[in-house]
Each structure stands twice: as structure tokens, then as C-alpha cells.
């Protein structure tokens, strides 16, 4: 039934999440070179408000919980793994105030509609994964900015999206390099739920009547720990969840 509906509804969602990139796109532009950061930040989240609840299209239900008092005053790594593209709209909404970024290809920087001018304007890093001195440079970059402003990045230290929603091993390079910059950062595991459901038929259809959630875990303080130990503990704390063998 999930998939008979995805037929009728997909093309109702597609609509409305393509209208909504097409509509900010200018949004954005003219946010930024008029009224600089803090309208173009407004408008991206506004932006990914109405993104993250086009799934009510689809009439798949949207779920965040956070129990902790996360601070706003100190920078913070979110790793979260990673199951499809609709993983990244409602972090940027449910974590705006923590100002979250995110390293992405370098590709997507050109060709989408907001989201390639987010990408260029956001402060975000984006990397050449062809080139590793540039990736590294450039996530070394967005650490300093961090520092400076009491940023926020999310990170997907699996590297790719696990498409039965099992989660892969994480990898501690990505942590490693932005706690150089940023060595008081708290790291915050974020556990996110049934979002590969969406697409497990591929782009078309979509599925449909899916509980979408994201769960934010209790946050590691990096002192006196190696990169490789906050990874894996960020690991299970997520994997514990999800009910999923630790690593």
C-alpha cells in the first residue's frame, strides 16, 4: 500500500518541495547582498522549515527529540548517520539556533536551485573529494569558523547513506580534522530513524505513512579522549537506539 500511494502522492510532494527551492532561491540572493548573514541564515530556515514538512505529503510523520540543554555559546560537532537526502532539512531547521553547517561535494555547489547558493553563501565546507589536501583545508577552514562564531557542523562520519538504514562503521577522519581547529567542541550524536524508507523504492515512488525521527543522544565531551574513541562512542550511542549490534 505504501508503494500504491507513493504513486498518487509523489508527485504532489515534488511539486511542492521543487516550488519551495525555486521560490528561495532569490530569497537567499537577495538576503545575502542586502542584509548579509543573518537574513540569508533566516531565509535558509525557513526554507528547510517547509522542506522538512513536505513529508506530510507523503504523510510520512516528522519527529525531533532533544532532551538536553545544548549549549549556544561553545561550537559542536553533530554526528548523525545517514540513511537518505531528506536526513539534512530538518537538522538545518531543528538545530538552527546552534547555527549548524555541513561539508559537502563540491559539485552540489552549482546547478540546485537553494541549495547549490546555500552551499556557496552558508559557510559551509565544500570539498573536493578528489583532492585530499582541499577537503582537508577546507574542513580545517570551517573549523576556524566555528571558533570564531559559535558554529555548529553536522557531520555523516559513516561517508555515505545507509540505504537499509543500518548503520555503517564510522570513519574518525572527519571529527579528527575539525577538533584540530575546534578542540572544545562538544560532539553530539544525533540518531536518525526510518528516513531511507522514503526512497527504499528509489526516486519514484516515494514511500508513503513512514515515522520519520531524528534523536539527539547525550552529548561526549572531547577532553581527554581521542578522536577515534568520541567516534565510536558516538557510534553505539546511536547503534543503542536503533537497536543495532554495537561496533
Known amino acids: ?12 510532494f515534488y511539486f511542492f ?11 537567499q540572493w537577495l538576503c545575502h547582498r542586502f542584509f548579509g548573514y543573518k537574513a540569508h541564515k533566516l531565509s535558509v530556515d525557513i526554507l528547510n522549515f517547509f522542506l522538512t514538512y513536505c513529508q506530510l505529503f507523503l504523510f510520512n510523520s ?17 554526528a548523525a548517520n545517514h540513511q537518505s537526502m531528506y536526513d539534512i532539512p530538518a537538522l538545518i531547521w531543528f ?9 559537502s561535494k563540491i559539485e552540489l555547489t552549482k546547478g540546485i536551485p537553494s541549495i547549490s547558493i546555500n552551499l556557496r ?6 570539498i573536493d573529494r578528489k583532492d585530499n589536501k582541499q ?24 561517508g555515505t547513506r545507509a540505504k537499509d538504514g543500518k548503520v555503517k ?24 530513524e526510518n528516513s531511507w524508507k522514503i526512497v527504499r523504492f528509489g526516486m519514484f515512488p516515494l514511500s508513503t505513512g513512514n515515522a520519520i525521527k531524528w534523536t539527539v543522544l547525550k552529548p561526549i ?9 568520541i567516534t565510536i562512542e558516538a557510534e553505539n550511542e546511536i547503534r543503542k537506539l536503533l537497536h543495532q549490534p554495537l561496533s
Open 221 to 229: 565531551e572531547s577532553e581527554g579522549k581521542t578522536p577515534n574513541e
Open 121 to 126: 553563501l552558508g559557510g559551509g565546507a565544500n
Open 169 to 192: 562503521t564510522f570513519q574518525f577522519g572527519g571529527i579528527a580534522t575539525l577538533l584540530k581547529s575546534v578542540p572544545n567542541a562538544l560532539v553530539v550524536p544525533v540518531a536518525i
Open 1 to 12: 500500500m505504501s508503494k500504491f500511494f507513493g504513486y498518487l502522492l509523489s508527485p504532489v
Open 95 to 103: 538545530l538552527r539556533k546552534h547555527h549548524a553547517k555541513f561539508i
Open 135 to 158: 577537503a582537508i583545508m577546507e574542513i580545517i577552514k570551517l573549523g576556524r569558523r566555528m571558533k570564531d562564531n559559535n558554529w555548529s557542523t553536522v557531520i555523516f562520519p559513516e
Open 17 to 27: 518541495f521543487g516550488l519551495m527551492l525555486v521560490i528561495f532561491h532569490p530569497i
Open 62 to 78: 516528522i519527529s525531533f527529540k532533544n532532551s538536553y540543554n545544548l549549549p549556544t555559546d561553545r561550537p559542536i560537532i553533530f
